[in-house]
């Protein structure tokens, strides 16, 4: 079982930033394929970033060179670095963790954090 705990999110201005931050309980995260996922009000849920257990990442083309993701597998945590923000990224921040075993499969998602850009 792997509990996934978002926080950072919040109310900024358009063009500020946010760092959010996914800690996951257990002692396999580092194996872990970590994502961010958002869902704007009234929209579906998308996938805004990947990072691999390995490191290689993967965005959106909405947040390409906006937003960065990263990984501490000594802390267990994923972050996701938002810069110039926008209305548009006005959405709950979703971290998702996923990978498999030859024992076992793995999907969780965290509780979300609101992000809200306005001014």
């Known amino acids: 079982q792997v509990q996934l705990v978002e926080s950072g999110g919040g109310l900024v201005q358009p063009g500020g930033s946010l760092r959010l931050s996914c800690v996951a309980s257990?002692?396999?995260?580092?194996?872990?394929?970590m994502s961010w996922h958002r869902q704007p009000p009234g929209k579906q849920r998308e996938l805004v970033a990947t990072i691999s257990s390995g490191g290689t990442t993967n965005y959106a083309d909405s947040v390409k060179g906006r937003f960065t993701i990263s990984r501490d597998n000594t802390k267990n945590t994923v972050y996701l670095l938002m810069n110039s923000l926008k209305p548009g990224d006005t959405a709950v921040y979703y971290c998702?963790?996923?990978?498999?075993?030859?024992?076992?499969?793995?999907?969780?998602w965290g509780q979300g954090t609101q992000v809200t850009v306005s001014s």
């Open positions: 257990g002692s396999i995260f580092s194996i872990l394929r």
């Open positions: 998702n963790a996923a990978g498999s075993t030859v024992d076992a499969s793995y999907d969780y």
